[in-house]
Nanobody, 124 residues
Framework: QVQLVESGGGLVQAGGSLRLSCAAS????????MGWFRQAPGKEREFVAA????????SYADSVKVRFTISRDNAKNTVYLQMNSLKPEDTAVYYC?????????????????WGQGTQVTVSS
């Protein structure tokens, strides 16, 4: 079992930056691929970024590529999402997710554990 707790969300002006963290409990973190997803009001949950168990493989949605960076620290059981050049359309609840596999995927259904989410609001 893996429990995930996100933090770092908040209100920021367009062009600003935020760093989200996701702290995981459980011994399987270092062998789990991790992902970030987001859901805006009235929209479906969408893939943002993912990272393999070792951190050697990453994947990004086209809408955030170059602006966002996913990373992980297995010694701290934590995955991060550095978000730069934020836009109003990035406003959403951001969720951290873990899967019982080492490789990344963009499919939400492939993730086994989810955090409760953290709100990110970008004002124009």
């Amino acid at each position: 079992q893996v429990q995930l707790v996100e933090s770092g969300g908040g209100l920021v002006q367009a062009g600003g930056s935020l760093r989200l963290s996701c702290a995981a409990s459980g011994r399987t973190f270092s062998s789990s691929a991790m992902g970030w997803f987001r859901q805006a009001p009235g929209k479906e949950r969408e893939f943002v970024a993912a990272i393999s168990w070792s951190g050697g493989g990453t994947s990004y949605a086209d809408s955030v590529k170059v602006r966002f960076t996913i990373s992980r620290d297995n010694a701290k059981n934590t995955v991060y999402l550095q978000m730069n050049s934020l836009k109003p359309e990035d406003t959403a609840v951001y969720y951290c997710a873990a899967r019982r596999a080492v490789l990344t995927t963009r499919a939400a259904a492939a993730y086994d554990y989810w955090g409760q989410g953290t709100q990110v609001t970008v004002s124009s």
